[in-house]
Every structure is written in structure tokens, then in C-alpha cells.
């Protein structure tokens, strides 16, 4: 009897790979970020990247990092974790988790505590130090929205299109 694969993925490695793999599709020249939602029977529900809004040109806006707010990207880029939730294939992300690269700023947050999600697994807190990063964990304490830092199994995992033909 043959036994089964023993270095397959585990769900956490699962869907911060899916969050990473979305982040891929952000046309942003300095900050590429993914989000997945996975529901408690971990189904993916919702994924999204950072971008600017629908109907608006990823060429005729600024990308820039600093400068006026106008002539920079802060105003008109959409985070991942709200495309995440607006993309969601259902509207009660109740219980679910949502899987980002970076720890949501407080808008995100909001978007994140309203829509139910109750556990964020996250890569990179390297923004703790913000008044934003401090904002989001305030609400996430008192709303009791669970967050924990990512922790993979394997360094690192090759999608090779090649292999699959």
C-alpha cells in the first residue's frame, strides 16, 4: 500500500502562498500585497491585491511614494485586504480569516472587524511602529479579533509552469 505525501502544504502554508501569489498581480512599482479569506472549512471565499479602483488607469495615476498626497499613490490605491472582502464570493465572512503579507493599517482594519473576519495571519509587521499598525491593534484587542504572525514549515515553495505539461 503506498502512504500518502508527507510535504504537502499545510492550510496556513496554503493560503499565505494563495495572499502571495495575488500580491504578484499589484502593479505597484515598490509595495506588491495579497490577501486571502478562507472560511472555517478552509474555502477560499476571497482574494485580493493592491491596486487602484475599477475604471481607473493603472497609467494615468501616480505611483509615487512621497510628494503632495495628490501626486502620490495614498489616495487612490485600494489595500488588499478591502479587495479581499469586496471581492468575496459571499457577504458573511463571519469566523473566517484573512491572510495578508503586511499588518493591515486601521482602515483595513475596520473593513476587516465590520466584515466578521476573526483571525488575521500576517508576514511582515515591519509597520508596528506607525500610528496606523497602533491603531489597528487597539480595535483588534477590543473587538477580540484574534492576529498572529505567520510561521511557515518550508522556506520556500517553486510553482514551475514547466513541470506541469
Not at 493591515?104 to 509587521?125: F, H, L, W
Request: charged content about 25%; hydrophobic content about 35%.
Amino acid at each position: 500500500m503506498t502512504e500518502k505525501r508527507k510535504d504537502y502544504l499545510s492550510w496556513d502554508e496554503y493560503f499565505m502562498a494563495v495572499a502571495l501569489l495575488s500580491g504578484l498581480r499589484s502593479k505597484d512599482p515598490s509595495t506588491q500585497v495579497g490577501a486571502c479569506v478562507a472560511n472555517p472549512q478552509n474555502k477560499i471565499v476571497g482574494v485580493g491585491y493592491n491596486g487602484f479602483p475599477w475604471g481607473c488607469s493603472d497609467d494615468d495615476l501616480p505611483w509615487a511614494r512621497e510628494g503632495d498626497l495628490l501626486d502620490t499613490k495614498y489616495p487612490y490605491v485600494c489595500h488588499a485586504e478591502l479587495n479581499a472582502v469586496l471581492n468575496s464570493i459571499t457577504f458573511d465572512l463571519r469566523d473566517c480569516r484573512i491572510y495578508v503579507a503586511l499588518f493591515p493599517c486601521n482602515e483595513c482594519t475596520k473593513v476587516i472587524i465590520q466584515a466578521g473576519i476573526r483571525e488575521i495571519i500576517y508576514m511582515s509587521d515591519k509597520y508596528k511602529d506607525t500610528e496606523s499598525v497602533r491603531a489597528s491593534k487597539i480595535m483588534l484587542e477590543k473587538s477580540n479579533t484574534h492576529y498572529r504572525p505567520f510561521v511557515p514549515e518550508r522556506n520556500s515553495i517553486l510553482l514551475n509552469f514547466q513541470d506541469q505539461k
